[in-house]
């Protein structure tokens, strides 16, 4: 067996190593002694070395290339998004179903402006808004709610508050009370919109509150009662007619003091706004749409009496109109609450007297109105309201053009005048205002 030597180098050494063949040609041996040499530190590496060291900066181009030639191959195929889900399973969404017109609309019924409506903890609506409007001039709050379940929550004392839950679209769950009332009407542009019942009506209050709201409305119409006296220039003298409590003309034969009296009246019935139903003796008004935003707007029934008192001190009932001893008139009144009830009379309403004089000329006109055909009626106070007032009328064209003379009407303790000689020719048996009494009263030439 041949013996080999074997020769170890000490690569710590500054200088190249010796052979160990002298067969290597010198190209070789100069390539081998440089891969053995040890670079001192900070000795400069050449850029061709440093690449082959680092490969990352490769790697990213390469990467880039590759993402734009996928990005290219997936533009050409076709339907490229539903392709892409299948490879990768991603389950494909549902399109959602579209809502009817207004089924996330709800429209507010029965509130009252200090009411406070929550929806999911946030505050929606206070008080009544104006929008939408609704038929007959009334207007009513709305809100829009997104699709889910939600909570509405109302508080308006002394109302009992509500609490419901309401859903878009709507679902048999759902707990907030919904009216059919304008089932008819909700807005046309609002087909599938719901009628949520917030419960602020006068049937629904509290019985210690209704009698409270009833007191308080009768001290109100009680303290706009008026008087008339003779001392004061006013009252009814000997000679002057008035009307007594079975409904028939008398003469005074002493000087009597007349009280026109208003209270609220509880003995019957009367119909609510906009032809509602009969109730007593407050109605929820809504004939006059949101007149007065700030106020609940309730409707009163009224009995209207006068009374004479004479020097003596004995009292004489009177009637109201012609075959009535009491008159039942209607008046806005205008409502708040501010921890107990405030009431006021709206003014834009008929007084309870003009009222009270409509009635009595209505029966006295019935058979001339019949021939007349439209007549138009208007009605004028005196300074002081329980000296009378001024009744105008006039025929009237199917057009509205007024026709032929004015007629003046005097109403004055429950009976009604002549005042003026159209009047007088057109109901010969009424009984004339003397001057006094046309000094107390408005021009007879005046509407």
């Given at each position: 067996m041949d013996e080999f030597e074997l020769e170890v180098s000490d690569l710590r050494q500054a200088g190249p190593p010796s052979q160990p063949s002298e067969a290597l040609d010198a190209e070789s041996t100069s390539h081998a002694a440089a891969d053995r040499w040890e670079w001192p530190v900070g000795t400069p590496v050449r850029a061709d070395r440093a690449a082959r060291a680092d490969p990352r900066p490769r790697a990213a181009a390469v990467g880039a290339l590759l993402l734009v030639v996928a990005c290219a191959l997936l533009l050409s195929i076709p339907n490229a998004p539903a392709t892409l889900g299948a490879l990768l399973r991603i389950p494909t969404p549902m399109p959602t179903a579209t809502l009817a017109i207004g089924a996330d609309t709800l429209i507010l019924e029965h509130d009252v402006p200090w009411g406070l409506l929550t929806i999911d903890g946030h505050t929606t609506v206070r008080g009544s808004a104006t929008q939408p409007s609704m038929p007959q001039g009334r207007f009513f709050p709305t809100i829009q709610l997104a699709r889910g379940r939600h909570t509405l929550h109302y508080a308006a004392p002394p109302f009992p508050p509500l609490s419901c839950t309401i859903s878009v679209p709507a679902m048999s769950t759902d707990t907030c009370p919904l009216t059919g009332t304008h089932a008819r009407d909700p807005v046309h542009a609002f087909a599938a919109a719901r009628v949520i019942d917030l419960g602020a009506t006068v049937q629904r209050l509290p019985a210690d509150q209704l009698a409270a709201l009833t007191r308080v409305t009768g001290q109100l119409l009680r303290a706009s009662s008026a008087a008339t006296a003779p001392t004061?220039?006013?009252?009814?003298?000997?000679?002057?007619?008035?009307?007594?409590?079975?409904?028939?003309?008398?003469?005074?034969?002493?000087?009597?003091?007349?009280?026109?009296?208003?209270?609220?009246?509880?003995?019957?019935?009367?119909?609510?706004?906009?032809?509602?139903?009969?109730?007593?003796?407050?109605?929820?008004?809504?004939?006059?749409?949101?007149?007065?935003?700030?106020?609940?707007?309730?409707?009163?029934?009224?009995?209207?009496?006068w009374m004479y008192l004479t020097p003596a001190g004995d009292s004489i009932a009177g009637g109201a109109a012609p075959g009535v001893s009491q008159a039942v008139a209607s008046t806005e009144l205008l409502v708040t609450w501010h921890a107990g009830w405030d009431v006021s009379l709206a003014p834009i309403f008929d007084s309870p007297l003009c009222q009270t004089a409509q009635v009595a000329v209505d029966r006295l006109i019935g058979a001339w109105e019949a021939r007349a055909g439209f007549v138009a009626m208007r009605c004028r106070e005196a300074s002081n309201t329980a000296n009378g007032c001024l009744m105008t009328i006039q025929q009237q064209s199917v057009v509205g053009q007024a026709v032929g003379p004015v007629l003046a009407l005097y109403y004055r303790f429950g009976v009604v005048l002549a005042g003026n000689d159209a009047a007088r020719q057109a109901f010969a048996s009424l009984p004339q205002p003397d001057t006094r009494e046309r000094a107390l009263l408005p021009p007879a030439g005046q509407g």
């Open positions: 004061t220039g006013g009252g009814v003298l000997p000679g002057e007619s008035y009307l007594r409590a079975d409904g028939t003309r008398a003469v005074a034969r002493v000087p009597l003091t007349a009280t026109l009296q208003l209270d609220l009246d509880t003995s019957g019935t009367f119909a609510g706004g906009a032809g509602g139903p009969f109730c007593r003796p407050l109605c929820l008004d809504e004939s006059l749409g949101n007149s007065f935003p700030g106020s609940w707007q309730l409707l009163g029934g009224i009995d209207v009496r």
